[in-house]
């Protein structure tokens, strides 16, 4: 609801009368703000449920029962149950992300002061697009973040309280409220990141960060080894102050699991990178840390049980995880390192200098006694350990959410074979529940040390923001479709094959200039595969936001700069005002802006939220297998849907009989089929005839590729026959022509404003 | 015909957590009569059909005997098109598993051979923890179909599963008794 007085104070926060663009009209917008947006988005893409559960168990009067089409004593049916479900997930992962960006933004403004000026550098003059467009306010402080943070917040206390029994009841208007915590976690995404680089000094407005290390095998053990797991550099940053500062720079080996790794090497390219989530669990076990540092998000909650079993010390930094241990950040250093080193006591440090202190300490300590356990396990141990297995029970291959074949890898395992289990280690997320399952007791994680393979490869390290001169250069080809998408792969690493798929993906796609970017540990595993010379797509491919090019914009929260990118397609290129103007830059995205994201390992509540986030954007999704158990996806009708949308020049109704953008979120099985499908998703209906034939060649080449055929659905999308790419020119005529294609209307301003009712006029829309 | 329902399938991560859970087949006779039954089935192919050995075949070999002995209608999905051209067979249609589930569950969609709705609905390959999330919104979203999981690692979402499996000798022997019996009856 606005208010006179909250207006007011919305114009005073965004500095209103500054002059730098006129106010749109969705300053900080509510709940209700952007809900018809949202409702005439779900229109042409419906929610698609997939239950993981059929009960509710919400509040007292349950258990119910929801199956088919029961209710709940509440009312609720099972539609809307999965939706309310999202919400909550969503607002898991808003409040992951914006929890992150309160604490590193209050921690530098106690730091620098609250008007510490943020600065992008001279490549970056838009500076925070995504808090331009949502909140309407040009970023020039800490405060400023801050101000971003507090919208989120205010915002969040109504969201949660639609999820409470007898509160919201409609499965569309749920939608519509996950989408907004999907757009608040954009807003809290980029807070995040952009006071990490202007308060870390993070790379900005350069493309050619330096090549760091990563792998498993990187670590050279042999020094003091600390490990830092988690998303928040602030502690893993000052342990890089604290070992620069007393010469130890080199000489104690940092690595990290995660995105705090990426974070820590933007701060300092001499830290490495272990490896992604998937494998936390495969290199706790190995005992090669002296000393294990937890911040926050997606960290395993037996940490301190597997530090105590290596024999390495243990210290969370993170108020969201203490793991009910002794907060000691008030106790002076020395006595934290003695008991640490004496009494092998775990602590929680809440400040980030000491918590630096005493890890660096500790592990200088720790490494001369713990090269015994820093041994890996030899193939005659891995394979004695594995002797009791025949391989028969299957107990561990059932409990696999990876569906594994655990049981016949670790049976040869047992044998003296390792190949197989090395197979599996590349496939395994590390959850540890075919070990807790072996009525052998086998431990399965450990035996991996056999198998795994030692490879090291090159990452570059997050370049953060895309410049405004790159915007200039790739704008005019990316709306007119001539570079034919804007792709990033996101997320996690709960793969449904191969961990280096995405690295597959990642060139088939940079390969066919698309232009590709990465992030978290997606970014990760894509630098797991190397060419016949050795090299790794980061090695091979130019980090410049461009044509056949790939870039690692850094961490989960620099995933806001390749959304951020989109907003300044629209806002630099067609110069487009974006302050508070969320509608009209997102029907800007979804029609013309040829971008996809995609998420091949989805797991957590984070990149559900990140995924929603992106819809709204008018950015449509493509999840990996495990993305189904998120329950809930965006799909059209396809060639029966309605089609209709505005022509902005004439102002009239179009039936443009084309399904483009054809899903918002969609479920792919294999590689393939996501390869075919990130590149249709890529289709815009304002793609001028040249640049749909560019388009349609990727989809044709990829789908002959995959599938060994024209695809079965190219006559959705070939609109009059200048739309056909001339190496395919003759198959494809006469294939269309069997199956009888008719021409379709091509728009020159393609729009849904002006279909559903909204503040935004359709003369907006033309610039 | 089927007396028990299922309660524990193969993959944990399929366990049921509600109270309609599958009828299991144990007979593959009465697998037949269910598709005898079907006015309009179609047969799904998930992407394991062309990596999965039974013995010394490829399970896409099973599934296509069983398609072609009642003329039924195959969506070819993930990249398993590209296989069944190989073998010299043309899927009548091709969808990720996703995008069928979704196409299923409207009544009003014309099927993939343009006849209506698909009554019965057969699912063999498809990635065992997808193809039950693909079940579970057929079972709450599509009362107009049934459908009949012939997967040997179960599955509880589905209306009809074959039982758990676990040695690839009694799977081959359940697909074989299936075409078998296909052969020696008749669509009802
Ligand atoms: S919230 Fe509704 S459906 Fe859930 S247990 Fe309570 S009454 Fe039942
Ligand atoms: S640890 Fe790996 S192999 Fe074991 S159950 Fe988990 S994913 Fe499967
Ligand atoms: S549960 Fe243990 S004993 Fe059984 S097959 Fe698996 S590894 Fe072997």
New binding site residues.
């Given amino acids: 609801m606005h208010s006179k007085i909250r207006d007011a104070e919305i114009r005073a926060l965004i500095r209103a009368d500054d002059p730098w663009e006129p106010v749109g009209p969705t300053p900080m917008p509510t709940l209700m703000d952007l809900r018809n947006w949202d409702l005439r988005l779900l229109s042409t893409y419906e929610p698609f449920y997939a239950p993981f559960c059929d009960l509710c168990c919400l509040c007292t009067y349950g258990k119910c029962d929801l199956t088919e089409d029961r209710k709940g004593a509440c009312g609720i049916d099972m539609a809307s149950q999965q939706a309310r479900w999202i919400l909550i997930c969503c607002l898991m992962g808003t409040a992951a992300h914006g929890a992150h960006g309160r604490h590193m933004i209050d921690y530098l403004i106690e730091k620098y002061g609250e008007d510490f000026p943020i600065n992008l550098g001279t490549q970056v003059n838009v500076e925070a697009p995504i808090i331009r467009t949502v909140l309407g306010v040009k970023v020039e402080t800490l405060r400023d973040l801050r101000t971003a943070i507090e919208y989120v917040e205010r915002e969040f206390i109504h969201l949660v309280s639609a999820t409470h029994t007898g509160q919201e009841g409609n499965y569309l208007d749920f939608e519509s409220k996950a989408f907004h915590a999907g757009m608040l976690d954009h807003v809290a995404l980029e807070a995040a990141d952009i006071a990490q680089i202007a308060g870390f000094g993070y790379p900005t407005s350069v493309a050619d960060t330096p090549l760091v290390d990563l792998g498993w095998g990187i670590m050279d053990s042999t020094k003091p080894t600390i490990v830092v797991v988690g998303h928040n550099a602030v502690t893993a940053n000052a342990i890089i102050d604290y070992l620069r500062e007393h010469d130890l720079y080199g000489k104690v080996e940092v690595g990290g699991i995660c995105c705090t790794s990426h974070d820590v090497t933007r701060y300092a390219s001499g830290a490495k990178v272990i490896g992604p989530l998937s494998q936390q669990r495969f290199f706790l076990k190995t005992g090669l840390a002296d000393v294990v540092v937890t911040d926050e998000q997606c960290v395993l909650l037996d940490i301190p049980q597997m530090a105590k079993e290596t024999g390495a010390a243990m210290i969370a930094c993170s108020d969201k995880i203490s793991y009910g241990l002794e907060n000691a950040s008030e106790r002076p250093a020395d006595e934290i390192v003695r008991e640490v080193l004496e009494e092998q006591k775990q602590f929680l440090i809440l400040d980030p200098q000491k918590a630096a202190e005493v890890v660096v300490r500790a592990a200088l300590e720790l490494a001369p006694k713990r090269s015994a356990q820093k041994q890996l396990l030899t193939e005659a141990e891995a394979a004695a350990l594995?002797a009791?297995?025949?391989?028969?029970?299957?107990?561990?291959?059932r409990t696999c959410n990876s569906l594994l074949p655990?049981?016949a890898a670790?049976?040869q395992a047992g044998q003296g074979n390792f190949t197989k289990l090395g197979e599996v280690f590349r496939r395994c997320h590390g959850c540890g529940r075919?070990?807790q399952?072996?009525?052998?007791q086998?431990p399965?994680l450990r035996l991996m040390q056999a198998a795994a393979a030692r490879d090291t490869f090159k990452m570059r390290s997050g370049r953060g923001p895309i410049h405004d001169v790159e915007i200039r250069k790739v704008g005019s080809p990316i709306v007119l479709g001539t570079i034919p998408g804007v792709v990033l792969f996101a997320g996690c690493s709960n793969f449904p094959q191969d961990i280096d798929d995405v690295a597959w993906l990642a060139e088939e796609l940079a390969r066919r200039k698309y232009i590709v970017n990465l992030s978290g540990c997606a970014a990760m595993a894509a630098a797991m595969k190397k060419d016949d010379e050795g090299r790794t797509i980061y090695e091979k491919y130019i980090p410049e936001f461009d044509a056949g090019c790939i870039v690692n914009v850094g961490s989960c929260v620099a995933n806001c700069h390749v959304v951020g990118a989109a907003i300044k397609i629209a806002n630099i290129f067609a110069t487009l005002p974006n302050r508070a103007n969320y509608e009209l830059i997102s029907d800007y995205i979804l029609n013309r802006v040829g971008a996809c994201g995609v998420v091949w390992g989805p797991y957590s509540q984070k990149a559900l939220c990140i995924g929603t986030g992106a819809v709204r954007w008018g950015i449509p999704i493509v999840l990996g297998p495990h993305g189904s158990k998120y329950r809930r996806l965006y799909m059209s009708k396809k060639e029966m849907g309605d089609w209709t949308v505005m022509d902005g020049r004439t102002k009239q109704l179009v039936d443009t009989g084309e399904p483009t953008p054809e899903h918002m979120m969609v479920v792919t099985e294999s590689k393939e089929r996501a390869l075919v499908t990130i590149i249709k998703q890529c289709f815009r209906r304002n793609d001028t005839p040249p640049g749909r034939a560019i388009k349609l060649n990727s989809y044709i080449s990829a789908y002959k590729q995959v599938m060994g055929t024209l695809p079965d659905d190219l006559q959705n999308f070939v609109r009059t026959d200048k739309d056909i790419p001339i190496v395919y020119k003759r198959e494809v005529v006469a294939y269309l022509k069997e199956v009888g294609w008719q021409p379709k209307p091509v728009l020159s301003l393609p729009t849904i404003i002006g279909t559903y009712e909204t503040k935004v006029p359709i003369e907006a829309t033309i610039k | 015909m089927a007396s028990e329902t299922m309660v524990m399938p193969y993959y944990k991560v399929n366990v049921l957590t509600g109270s309609k859970a599958a009828k299991v087949i144990d007979v593959p006779a009465d697998g037949v009569a269910i598709i005898n039954k079907a006015k309009n089935p179609l047969y799904v192919f998930g992407e394991e059909v062309i990596a999965t050995p039974v013995g010394d075949r490829l399970l896409i070999d099973f599934a296509l005997e069983i398609a072609k002995s009642r003329d039924i209608a195959i969506c070819a999905t993930a990249h398993v098109k590209k296989k069944m051209l190989e073998l010299g067979v043309k899927p009548d249609s091709v969808y990720d598993i996703i995008e069928i589930v979704h196409f299923l569950k409207m009544k009003e969609w014309s099927g993939v051979r343009g006849k209506g709705f698909h009554d019965l609905v057969l699912f063999t390959g498809v990635r065992c923890d997808l193809a039950e999330r693909g079940l579970a919104t057929l079972k709450h979203f599509a009362p107009h179909l049934k459908t009949f999981a012939i997967c040997r690692r179960s599955h509880p979402n589905a209306d009809f599963a074959v039982p758990v499996l676990v040695k690839v000798d009694k799977w081959r022997e359940y697909l074989e008794d299936m075409i078998r019996t296909l052969g020696a009856t008749k669509p009802a």
């Fill in positions: 594995a009791k297995c025949r391989g028969t029970c299957e107990l561990c291959n655990v049981a670790v049976h075919c070990e399952e072996c009525i052998n086998i399965i």
